[in-house]
């Protein structure tokens, strides 16, 4: 089981319900969050190219948080979600210098937190809750080992990018292009 998010840059309208909705789920404190909105534009006027893409930690394979991490507290869990224990966590920030995403930050309770695929959800067989209040539903979820998930359909169907391949990380972040 390998859990993986997909984003499709042709339908997100950069509304920030999923930022919202992580926010509210995760009990994430004011001004923080665990996921956000890039607005990205390329080319040369007039012929310019807008992207809006969902960003959040992209649960690398090869995460350099995870390596880097003094106490353990920083790990990968079943279905490569990489998640933080926050009582390990000793507010170092050694992960969040090593994050080439920048998706962690420190919680004002003296952890570093970051997303988590609402794993409480996912082991519930729910989608994370960014994914469920998609009004454009370009959020696709689910393990890449099945091939019939919506992530494996999406992601056969489409051309793709990861951010940052030079990294080596090996994320599991997807941006449908």
Same mark, same amino acid.
């Given at each position: 089981?390998?859990?993986?998010?997909?984003?499709?840059?042709k339908k997100c309208v950069?509304?920030?319900?999923?930022?919202?909705?992580?926010?509210?789920?995760?009990? %994430?404190?004011?001004g923080y969050c665990r996921?956000?909105?890039?607005?990205? %534009?390329?080319?040369?006027?007039?012929? =310019?190219?807008?992207?809006? #893409?969902?960003? #959040?930690?992209?649960?690398?394979?090869?995460?350099?948080?995870? #390596?880097?991490?003094?106490?353990?507290?920083?790990?990968?869990?079943?279905?490569?979600?990489? =998640?933080?224990?926050?009582?390990? &966590? @000793?507010?170092?920030?050694?992960? @969040?210098?090593?994050? *080439?995403?920048?998706?962690?930050?420190?919680?004002?309770?003296?952890?570093?937190?970051? &997303?988590?695929? &609402?794993?409480?959800?996912?082991?519930?067989?729910?989608? *994370?809750?960014?994914?469920?209040?998609? *009004?454009?539903?370009?959020?696709?979820?689910?393990?890449?080992?099945?091939?019939?998930?919506?992530?494996?359909?999406?992601?056969?169907?489409?051309?793709?990018?990861?951010?940052?391949?030079?990294?080596?990380?090996?994320?599991?972040?997807?941006? =449908?292009?």
């Open positions: 089981m390998r859990y993986a998010m997909a984003i499709d840059t950069g509304c920030g319900d999923c930022v919202v909705a992580c926010q509210t789920e995760n009990n %994430v404190p004011h996921d956000w909105i890039v607005e990205s %534009v390329e080319g040369t006027y007039p012929n =310019l190219d807008l992207e809006f #893409r969902s960003e #959040r930690c992209n649960h690398c394979d090869n995460a350099p948080c995870v #390596r880097c991490c003094p106490t353990g507290a920083s790990h990968i869990a079943e279905g490569g979600i990489v =998640l933080v224990t926050h009582n390990e &966590c @000793i507010g170092c920030g050694a992960c @969040i210098e090593s994050c *080439p995403y920048d998706a962690r930050y420190p919680h004002p309770d003296g952890y570093v937190d970051k &997303c988590t695929f &609402c794993i409480h959800r996912v082991e519930k067989g729910q989608n *994370p809750a960014c994914v469920d209040v998609c *009004p454009t539903k370009c959020l696709h979820f689910g393990d890449l080992d099945d091939p019939n998930s919506e992530v494996s359909l999406a992601l056969k169907d489409r051309k793709w990018k990861v951010l940052a391949p030079e990294a080596g990380t090996k994320p599991q972040l997807y941006f =449908l292009t």
